[in-house]
Structures are given as structure tokens and as C-alpha cells.
């Protein structure tokens, strides 16, 4: 893993991504980035590109269009520093609140509502046109940190491409289910076999080590899979 910060941050930030690299056991560098703050380049050689502004910044760069443009920029760019580019992320730092609080067209009436709807608006233009996520993070040293140093550490381990979990968005089964449903749960937990495919291959071939060792001509024979579905059910278990 390697770990860029650009050369234009303050001292604090740099240091703070020194000592990230260094409990991360990233390799350090500082240098003038052509986009972005932060670069983290994964054991694939692929670069992950996070643009940080501080919530004035952010705000202001939306009232002035300046947002869309880097944004774009970012969209369009393949590699960096020679590296290809796998995702890009925008982290804004600090309180919107608080900031807007503090700007004089809002003290002289207290009106938060307009300005809360460009920021609503601009958080999803950003996520869904140009398809970036977006990370708030309270003003503090701490929260930069926690930020830097957990996206570095699920880069190193393929958290961030990993699927979902069955266990997150299936019921957990009832120890009381009969051996049967029990088997169709496990096989319907299978990437690709929902609960109708699990019940009609458990009807054809009883178990689930008869599936695992199907070939894809006996996978056919079953009513309801053809060809394309026999070669990824086949593929599962090979």
C-alpha cells in the first residue's frame, strides 16, 4: 500500500497522514497531486482519489460552480501519477451549520431553509450524476484520522469490493426448521439460487452435495434451467 498527501496541506495534516502511514504500514510520500488531497494506491496498483474540502470551501465552491468542475475532472481522469484510477471519493470536513450560521445573510434573518436545499441538492447531484460518494467528517483532528486511516485499512483488505454478506439481508434460520428447509435455506443463501431455484434443484438431485457435483449437461435436465444458468450455478461450486 502507498499513501500520497498533496504538498499543499497544512503541516498538521501531514504530519497527522505520516503517522497514519506509519500504523498502517503504508508507504509515505508528499508530493504536488494533480487532483485531489489524498491518494491511496492499493496491492493492486489501483489509485483511490479523495478530494477534501473544508465545509466554506465546499459550500462556496457550490455557489460558484466551481464544485461541478473539479468534480468532472475527476470523472474524466483514468489515471493518476500513472496510476489507474478505481474510485474517487469527496470527504467535507467540518459542521455546514456552523458555517452558515456565520455568514451575514443569514444573520439578518435567521433563515436557514434556502441555503440547507443547495446543500441537500448539491449532495445529491454529487452522489447520483456524478456518481461520487460523499463523506461528512466533524472538524476534528481525531475524525481525520479515523477517516484516513479505516478507508486505507478496508483498501488493503478488498472491504470496499467485497458483496454483501448473506447474513445481512437473510432471516436468520430457526434451529426448529426441518432438515429439508433447512438445506433449502443454505442452498438459497448462494449467490445466483434464490428460495423457488434452491427448492426445485433439491427436488431433482435430494442434496446439496448432488448440486456441487452436477456437470452442467445434468444441471440442464432440470426444469426451468438452461444453459447460462446451469454454467453459473456449475460455477459456484467449481
Known amino acids: 500500500m502507498k499513501f500520497f498527501v498533496d504538498n499543499r496541506e497544512s503541516n498538521n495534516v501531514i504530519e497527522l497522514a505520516q503517522e497514519i502511514a506509519h500504523e498502517t504500514g503504508a508507504i509515505f510520500k508528499v508530493q504536488q497531486l494533480p487532483l485531489g488531497d489524498f491518494l491511496i494506491i492499493n496491492s493492486n496498483e489501483m489509485a483511490v482519489v479523495i478530494e477534501r474540502k473544508r465545509v466554506n470551501d465546499f459550500i462556496s465552491s ?15 481522469t483514468e489515471k493518476i501519477l500513472d496510476y489507474p484510477i478505481k474510485r474517487q471519493m469527496l470527504l467535507i470536513h467540518g459542521t455546514c451549520s456552523e458555517y452558515l450560521s ?27 450524476v456524478y456518481n461520487t460518494p460523499i463523506v461528512f467528517i ?33 432471516k436468520p434460520k430457526r434451529s426448529t426448521l426441518p432438515e429439508k428447509n433447512q438445506k433449502s435455506y443454505v442452498l438459497a ?17 435430494r442434496t446439496i452435495r448432488g448440486i456441487a457435483t452436477a456437470s452442467i449437461k445434468r444441471l440442464q435436465q432440470v426444469p426451468g434451467i438452461g444453459k447460462k444458468k446451469a454454467e453459473r450455478i456449475y460455477a459456484i461450486f467449481h
Do not use: C
Open 102 to 128: 456565520s455568514l451575514p445573510e443569514i444573520n439578518s434573518n435567521g433563515d436557514l431553509s434556502s441555503f440547507w436545499g443547495q446543500i441537500v441538492g448539491a449532495q445529491q447531484e454529487i452522489l447520483f
Open 189 to 205: 443463501s448462494i449467490p445466483l439460487i434464490g428460495d423457488s431455484l434452491a427448492k426445485v434443484l433439491l427436488e431433482h438431485f
Open 138 to 170: 466533524e472538524d476534528d483532528a481525531d475524525a481525520l484520522k479515523s477517516f484516513l486511516k479505516i478507508t486505507i485499512n478496508r483498501e488493503k483488505q478488498g472491504k470496499n469490493d467485497k458483496l454483501p454478506q448473506g447474513r445481512w439481508y437473510r
Open 62 to 76: 457550490i455557489r460558484s460552480n466551481r464544485l461541478w468542475q473539479q468534480l468532472l475532472n475527476l470523472m474524466k
